[in-house]
């Protein structure tokens, strides 16, 4: 919240207007002035205030709840929370649920025949179902939601989930029970999202994320144009393959156009029919495990229809897990805490 003082009003009224309802137990002071000695002299004293009459303590420049700046020249003071951080895992039991909200790419969210004129690719994501209780929770108004790599709007999450990170921007509140908050998003949302093992954590996690390298354990439900021999399916478990991957048509407008080295071991094949078989596939990080079924026109090889030499289609695909070669899903939430 940003006020001003002067022509009556003083600094400190000013900047206790600016901080309250606020809830903060560190806070940052920043000042603009072209003195530097009343750069010093403003710190020291709205430094004290804060402490005296909100009982916080002074943080770091990388570590407070509340920034606060001054501008000694334009007399106004600005008091803005940090945002807070969420760790947690989520499972997808519905498809057609995208992970974060995109705006429509051909009308930009003014909507359109193609997003339904929604304006949004997807009607709901997980981010904005958790924004359903988490802005409230937190008095907050945006929120970025960071995952531990993403899958598509019609894949399903499944397994122990994905680890993500949910930036709370600008929250007024800082303190939520977090137990109660995941009881209640599991009550609304049943059958469709799901999430556990929430706990704060630091903007070091999202870090972590972008850098960390994950496999994938798939179930690829696969569908193929003509008639494949039971044995010759079956025969395709226990094998590794190295796999070249072009960019794929469905993503080459949003990803470099390169060939990428990646593996899959198909693990199991738990079901089969004439037209129709099941695949758990260990997916290398990155990996298109969609192309690695139909070839994706010979985009990548070697696939599941060049192997089994039929064309064949990723009918569906669901997330059974995603493993770490250094920590274990199941302590993920201990990290960065």
């Given at each position: 919240?940003?006020?001003?003082?002067?022509?009556?009003?003083?600094?400190?009224?000013?900047?206790?207007?600016?901080?309250?309802?606020?809830?903060?137990?560190?806070?940052?002071?920043?000042?603009?002035?072209k003195?530097?000695?009343?750069?010093?002299?403003?710190?020291?004293?709205i430094?004290?205030?804060?402490?005296?009459?909100?009982?916080?303590?002074?943080?770091?420049?990388e570590?407070?709840?509340?920034?606060?700046?001054?501008?000694?020249?334009?007399?106004?003071?600005e008091?803005?929370?940090?945002?807070?951080?969420?760790?947690?895992?989520?499972s997808?039991?519905e498809?057609?649920?995208?992970?974060?909200?995109?705006?429509?790419?051909?009308?930009?969210?003014?909507?359109c025949?193609?997003?339904?004129?929604?304006?949004?690719?997807?009607?709901?994501?997980?981010?904005?179902?958790?924004?359903?209780?988490?802005?409230?929770?937190?008095?907050?108004?945006?929120s970025?939601?960071?995952?531990?790599?993403?899958?598509?709007a019609?894949?399903?999450?499944?397994?122990?989930?994905?680890?993500?990170?949910?930036?709370?921007?600008?929250?007024?509140?800082?303190?939520?029970?977090?137990?109660?908050?995941?009881?209640?998003?599991?009550?609304?949302?049943?059958?469709?999202?799901a999430?556990?093992?929430?706990?704060?954590?630091?903007?070091?996690?999202?870090?972590?994320?972008k850098s960390a390298?994950?496999e994938?354990?798939?179930?690829?439900?696969?569908?193929?144009?003509?008639?494949?021999?039971?044995?010759?399916?079956?025969?395709?478990?226990?094998?590794?393959?190295?796999?070249?991957?072009?960019?794929?048509?469905?993503?080459?407008?949003?990803?470099?156009?390169m060939?990428?080295?990646?593996?899959a071991?198909?693990?199991?094949?738990?079901?089969?029919?004439?037209?129709?078989?099941?695949?758990?596939?260990?997916?290398s990080?990155?990996?298109?495990?969609?192309?690695f079924?139909?070839?994706?026109?010979?985009?990548?090889?070697?696939?599941?229809?060049?192997?089994?030499?039929?064309?064949?289609?990723?009918?569906?695909?669901?997330?059974?897990?995603?493993?770490?070669?250094?920590?274990?899903?199941e302590?993920?939430?201990n990290?960065f805490?």
């Amino acid at each position: 919240m940003k006020q001003s003082f002067g022509s009556g009003k003083t600094i400190f009224e000013a900047l206790e207007s600016a901080a309250s309802g606020l809830g903060f137990t560190t806070f940052f002071v920043g000042i603009t002035a072209k003195d530097q000695l009343a750069k010093v002299e403003a710190r020291e004293s709205i430094s004290s205030f804060l402490e005296q009459k909100f009982g916080a303590k002074k943080g770091s420049s990388e570590s407070h709840d509340l920034h606060v700046l001054v501008d000694l020249e334009k007399k106004s003071v600005e008091a803005t929370p940090s945002s807070v951080f969420v760790e947690g895992f989520y499972s997808k039991y519905e498809r057609g649920i995208a992970q974060t909200f995109h705006y429509c790419f051909k009308c930009k969210g003014r909507g359109c025949a193609f997003c339904s004129f929604s304006g949004k690719l997807s009607k709901d994501s997980v981010q904005e179902l958790l924004e359903k209780f988490f802005l409230p929770a937190f008095e907050s108004k945006e929120s970025r939601f960071h995952g531990c790599g993403r899958e598509d709007a019609d894949v399903l999450m499944l397994g122990n989930g994905r680890p993500f990170v949910i930036e709370v921007v600008s929250p007024k509140k800082r303190s939520v029970e977090l137990k109660l908050l995941e009881s209640e998003i599991n009550s609304a949302f049943e059958g469709r999202i799901a999430v556990h093992g929430l706990g704060f954590c630091g903007k070091g996690k999202i870090v972590f994320f972008k850098s960390a390298v994950f496999e994938k354990i798939y179930c690829a439900h696969c569908e193929s144009a003509s008639p494949i021999p039971k044995e010759k399916i079956l025969g395709l478990a226990g094998k590794k393959f190295d796999v070249l991957q072009f960019t794929p048509e469905r993503v080459e407008k949003r990803r470099a156009l390169m060939e990428r080295k990646k593996y899959a071991e198909i693990r199991r094949v738990p079901a089969v029919a004439a037209h129709r078989f099941d695949l758990v596939v260990l997916a290398s990080h990155g990996m298109y495990v969609k192309e690695f079924v139909s070839g994706d026109s010979g985009r990548t090889r070697p696939s599941i229809s060049s192997l089994l030499g039929a064309e064949c289609i990723c009918a569906a695909l669901d997330v059974l897990e995603i493993i770490s070669k250094d920590i274990n899903c199941e302590t993920f939430s201990n990290v960065f805490r």
